[in-house]
Each structure stands twice: as C-alpha cells, then as structure tokens.
T-cell receptor, first 112, second 113 residues
Framework: DGGITQSPKYLFRKEGQNVTLSCEQN?????MYWYRQDPGQGLRLIYY???????QKGDIAEGYSVSREKKESFPLTVTSAQKNPTAFYLC???????????FGDGTRLSIL | GQQVMQIPQYQHVQEGEDFTTYCNSS?????IQWYKQRPGGHPVFLIQ?????EVKKQKRLTFQFGEAKKNSSLHITATQTTDVGTYFC?????????????FGQGTILTVHP
C-alpha cells in the first residue's frame, strides 16, 4: 500500500536538544516538502526537495535542517536554534509539479 | 512574495445550511488546489482548478476559479456533519516555483446538527 509515513506521532524535546522527524514515502515521488502548522493556522513551508541530494529553504527555514540522501526519505531536524518548536509538522510528497501533494499523518512536537 | 487571503476564518452553520469560503491571491496563478483537513488529521486533496473561469463539482461541493486566475471559491450545499473540518486553498504560481504551494490560513467549518 503506497503512502507517506511520518514518525514518531508525538515527540518531546528538551531545552538545547536537537530532534529528528522521519518522513518516508514509497510513492516514487521526486518532490518532498516539510510544513509547520500552528493551531488554527495554515501550513508554512520549511524546506523542500525536488530531487535527491538537493533541497531549498522555504519561508521559515531558520532553526531547521534537512537531508535528501535517498528518494524515499526526507528527514527534518529541529535544532536547538529553533526557539519555538511546538507545532504540528507535516511532510508531503508530489509526483510532478502540477499534481497535488500527498501528506503524511504528521508529528506533534512539544517542549518538555 | 505571493500573498494569499482566505476568508472567513471561521464559519458556524446549522446542518442543511450552505457554506462558502473564498481565496484571493495577489498574483496570477498557474493553478489552485483545495484541501480538507479533518480535526486531528492531515490535509487531503479535494480538487485542482487550472483554467480561467473553471467550475467543477463534486457532489455537494462546487469549486470556481476566477476569470483572472487570482481568486477562487468553494461552496458546499446543504452541509452535513461530515463536512466539519478546515478547508484550505493552496496557490501554485507556476514557473520557477516548481510545484511549491502557498497555503491560505484556512476556513474552519463547524456544523451543528
């Protein structure tokens, strides 16, 4: 069954700690995206990748980092430099630029 | 950068009433997509509009794309409790944007039985 898997579902971060959110897809999509959603708000783009070994900053990249070593995987690291990391993080993939994006179930990150 | 305004932010209706959300862009769009996010869930694609003046229907849902390709609307006829959720428009400017979407803030729909 094809889809996008995000893990973990819930994550807690301590002060000064880096945490990594996993995103894996078996849809054979080239493009992948990371969004942040705050309560009652829309999705804001953090990073995106159009192809393996290449990625670009989105609108709110500060305090985040990504890698795209494999087509299937696009992990997001929330670094200690991100002072307000509490949010719902959504990963999406896209087959082709004019096509819709498919989303994972998301990861809820909170500060301890 | 591209600006998007989606209104209203909240809409409370009685079951059976109609509902409309509007999306306006500061720039001409390549296409516009609509997504629905159920409470606690993730956005799910509803439809994509590409042509100027396009109108598409999905059962009780009607989607319109403006003639100038800068605005769009989603109308739900006779709402049901299953329509509850947040409806987002997502703008695709095309060109060098390469599939990037700019999401509106969403309209949160509550349906009272």
């Amino acid at each position: 069954d094809g889809g996008i898997t995000q893990s973990p579902k819930y994550l807690f971060r301590k002060e000064g700690q880096n945490v990594t959110l996993s995103c894996e897809q078996n849809l054979n999509h080239d493009a992948m995206y990371w969004y942040r959603q705050d309560p009652g708000q829309g999705l804001r783009l953090i990073y995106y990748s159009q192809i393996v070994n290449d990625f670009q900053k989105g609108d709110i990249a500060e305090g985040y980092s990504v890698s795209r070593e494999k087509k299937e995987s696009f992990p997001l690291t929330v670094t200690s430099a991100q002072k307000n990391p509490t949010a719902f993080y959504l990963c999406a993939s896209q087959w082709e630029t004019s096509q819709p994006q498919h989303f994972g179930d998301g990861t809820r990150l909170s500060i301890l | 950068g591209q600006q998007v305004m989606q209104i209203p932010q909240y809409q409370h209706v009685q079951e059976g009433e109609d509902f409309t959300t509007y999306c306006n862009s500061s720039t001409t769009l390549s296409n516009i997509q609509w997504y629905k996010q159920r409470p606690g869930g993730h956005p799910v694609f509803l439809i994509q509009l590409v042509k100027s003046g396009e109108v598409k229907k999905q059962k009780r849902l009607t989607f319109q794309f403006g003639e100038a390709k800068k605005n769009s609307s989603l109308h739900i006829t006779a709402t049901q409790t299953t329509d509850v959720g947040t409806y987002f428009c997502a703008l695709n400017a095309g060109g060098t944007s390469y599939g990037k979407l700019t999401f509106g803030q969403g309209t949160i729909l509550t349906v009272h039985p």
